[in-house]
């Protein structure tokens, strides 16, 4: 069992950045590729940005590349997002997520074995 805890969300104006970050207990952390997704009401859950267990792979959804960095501390056992240029469209819950397999499937809900909760992200116009 991985357990993720998510902190850093909040209300931030167009434009503006935010951090968050993904805390994770349990198993070897630097076994799991780790994700970041987002969801609004009514729509699935979208993917964001992912990194390979070494940090030497990512991805990014084209909507977010050039805006979003994601990196991890596997000393921490941590995973962050740092979200620059933020527009009313990131508006979202943003979970992270753990993967035991990297490939481009890396980018599909059902490549990832543990959630956490998630934290809401907010950003105004």
């Known amino acids: 069992q991985v357990q993720l805890v998510e902190s850093g969300g909040g209300l931030v104006q167009a434009g503006g950045s935010l951090r968050l970050s993904c805390a994770a207990s349990?198993?070897?952390?630097?076994?799991?590729?780790m994700g970041w997704f987002r969801q609004v009401p009514g729509k699935e859950r979208e993917f964001v940005a992912a990194?390979?267990?070494?940090?030497?792979?990512?991805y990014y959804a084209d909507s977010v590349k050039g805006r979003f960095t994601i990196s991890r501390g596997n000393a921490k056992n941590t995973v962050s997002l740092q979200m620059n240029s933020l527009k009313p469209e990131d508006s979202a819950v943003y979970y992270c997520a753990a993967a035991l397999f990297w490939s481009t499937g890396v980018v599909r809900r059902d490549a990832y074995n543990y959630w956490g909760q998630g934290t809401q992200v907010t950003v105004s116009s």
């Open positions: 349990g198993r070897t952390f630097s076994n799991y590729h």
């Open positions: 990194i390979n267990w070494s940090a030497l792979s990512t």
